[in-house]
């Protein structure tokens, strides 16, 4: 898909700006906006406060719901697409538990002391078995993932296509897609079920939060310190695509120990050349199919500063 332009955005929750920058945009004044909320699941569709920051235009495109009923009406499909799931969560799990090693090693290097000609060849190693382990996984999962797509061809079944060209009648119309948080997981599955990415070519985007990570082009989930288990950043999938060159990290701040030098220098070394932007309450950013450009954004930097970021 190439995108007009797309801005992402910090998050919405508890300080949202959205109604504010909107205007500021440049995005056509009329017509509607195709909103999809599916991150929120069952709360989808609750959006009175989001539809009075978009100025009352926003047209739910109904994700979430409309796989609810692929699923209810279309029972040989529903029991494909759940065993792919079974099977991503069964290679998530491998992966996590060879991550784990993985990224200690790194970590455990980088905070070694002694004779620096020895140490760095091992650091550097451990950096790549760690890069090529993220990989890996990606690659295992975009197999899974087109095998399931090559033998059911979901776009083209009867259950999907119905719901499919409601989505893209809205869509037509619309002047931008703008797509919330929520459920990463959950609303990058609706979005890729539906093919969304190809119904909004050309369209202006509008993502925040969990919407701001699946239109990368790799989705990292983060957070250095979780209520359980090891604080690892990990590759979730690959995302739409939309923009490019960008790992967003939506609310950052919160979920980073952006003073621990160590991690934030191997977190933007893993997934260099990348950026590893951080993006918290009032920050965004604009994609314009060739360069960024940053309003308040941080970026990791490989020596383990965070500094202010405007455009590259």
Same mark, same amino acid.
């Given at each position: ?29 009329e017509g509607p906006l195709a909103v999809v909320t ?23 495109? @109904? ?12 029972? @040989? ?7 792919? &799931? ?33 140490? #760095? ?20 999962? %975009?197999?899974? #993932?087109?095998?399931? @797509? ?5 776009? @083209? ?35 890729? /079920? ?11 985007? %509008? ?38 060159? /960008? ?15 160590? #991690? ?43 500094? &202010?970021?405007?455009?590259?």
């Amino acid at each position: 898909m190439s995108a007009r332009t797309v801005w992402l955005l910090g998050p919405q929750h508890h300080e949202p700006f959205l109604g504010k920058l909107f205007p500021t945009l440049g995005i056509e004044p009329e017509g509607p906006l195709a909103v999809v909320t599916a991150g929120w699941q069952e709360r989808e569709g609750e959006d009175e406060e989001l539809d009075k920051h978009l100025g009352g235009r926003s047209v739910d495109l @109904e994700l979430y719901s409309r796989a609810d009923r692929v699923f209810r009406f279309d029972p @040989e499909f529903t029991q494909a697409h759940r065993e792919m &799931q079974r099977q991503l969560r069964e290679i998530e799990g491998l992966y996590q538990m060879r991550l784990s090693y993985a990224r200690d090693a790194v970590l455990r290097l980088l905070r070694e002391s002694g004779d620096a000609r020895l140490l #760095r060849p091992e650091r550097d190693h451990a950096m790549r078995q760690l890069r090529e382990l993220d990989s890996w996984h990606l690659k295992r999962i %975009v197999e899974v #993932r087109s095998e399931f @797509e090559e033998r059911w061809k979901p776009l @083209e079944r009867e259950s999907v296509a119905e719901q499919r060209e409601e989505v893209a009648k809205i869509l037509r119309a619309a002047a931008a897609l703008v797509v919330a948080g929520g459920h990463v997981a959950v609303l990058l599955n609706r979005l890729r /079920l539906f093919g969304v990415r190809e119904l909004a070519e050309g369209k202006d985007v %509008v993502a925040w939060s969990a919407g701001a990570m699946v239109v990368t082009e790799r989705v990292v989930l983060f957070h250095d310190h979780p209520p359980q288990g090891p604080g690892n950043a990990e590759v979730m999938e690959q995302g739409l695509g939309l923009c490019k060159r /960008l790992v967003a990290l939506p609310d950052g701040q919160k979920r980073l120990d952006l003073d621990d030098t160590h #991690r934030v220098g191997s977190f933007a070394e893993r997934f260099a050349p990348d950026a590893c932007i951080v993006m918290g309450p009032g920050d965004s950013m604009t994609w314009d199919g060739e360069r960024w450009s940053s309003s308040g954004a941080r970026r990791l930097c490989p020596d383990g500063s965070v500094e &202010q970021v405007t455009s590259w």
